[in-house]
């Protein structure tokens, strides 16, 4: 089945900085990658997602890469906010896309 | 509030014991997924319902088992619950059968078993 590898599992960045958020994944049919944020107490929540035949998307602060042939895609926050502090996990999805197979969180912290 | 309602938010059960956790999805959506997020484990998929019927199993345990309902809520029971149960269990809906335009997630149902 698919593997999701998540990396760094926690960051720490000055307000302002960015972060940038690294996961890769094993099964080459794999072609929906969304990225969730989970505050503390709540569900995750959909932040940003990127499909197998796009490069790249972005949403105001928030943007996604995707690199098929590497198997990899990456979060980039910038301009980050104290608010934007919380667990971030990527997860990978078949076209089926019955289950996400989620990554294993990173948590971030942003100092003001 | 995303829509989807799970209840209850907390519960301390103890080893042994039988509980039930409810979820109502989003308004119009037909399918609802369940999810264990513990510690060590992350999130982990349990299964999927779309529509009244049964459409993918993850790794969930024999001692554990869904439904959803004509007015489309799920519950899940947890049987002779032991420690390691004890995780965050949550419930997501999406619109048709599969995730690919993204899940919403309720607050969870965190489960202790003492």
């Known amino acids: 089945g698919e593997n999701v590898e998540q990396h760094p599992s926690t960051l720490s960045v000055q307000e302002g900085d960015s972060a940038v958020i690294k996961c890769t994944y094993s099964?080459?049919?794999?072609?929906?990658f969304p990225w969730y944020k989970q505050e503390l107490g709540k569900g995750p929540q959909l932040i940003i997602d990127?499909?197998?035949?796009?490069g790249e998307k972005k949403d105001q602060r928030i943007a996604v890469t995707l690199n098929k042939t590497a198997k990899h895609f990456s979060l980039h926050i910038t301009e980050t906010q104290p608010e934007d502090s919380a667990v971030y996990f990527c997860?990978?999805?078949?076209?089926?896309?019955?289950?996400?197979?989620f990554g294993t969180g990173t948590s971030l912290t942003v100092i003001p | 509030d995303s829509g989807v309602t799970q209840t209850p938010k907390h519960l301390i059960t103890a080893t042994g014991q039988r509980v039930t956790l409810r979820c109502s999805p989003r308004?119009?959506?037909?399918?609802v997924y369940w999810y264990q997020q513990s510690l060590d484990q992350g999130l982990q998929f349990l299964i999927q319902?779309?529509?009244?019927?049964?459409?993918a199993k993850g790794n969930i345990l024999e001692r554990f088992s869904a439904q959803q309902f004509p007015d489309l809520h799920s519950e899940l029971n947890l049987s002779s619950l032991e420690l390691g149960d004890s995780a965050l269990y949550f419930c997501?809906?999406?619109?048709?059968?599969?995730?690919?335009?993204?899940?919403?997630f309720g607050s969870g149902t965190r489960l202790t078993v003492v």
């Open positions: 319902y779309y529509n009244g019927e049964e459409r």
């Open positions: 308004s119009g959506d037909l399918s």
């Open positions: 099964d080459s049919a794999s072609n929906y």
């Open positions: 990127i499909r197998s035949n796009v």
């Open positions: 997860a990978a999805s078949r076209p089926t896309g019955n289950q996400f197979y």
């Open positions: 997501a809906s999406s619109v048709g059968p599969g995730g690919d335009y993204g899940y919403t």
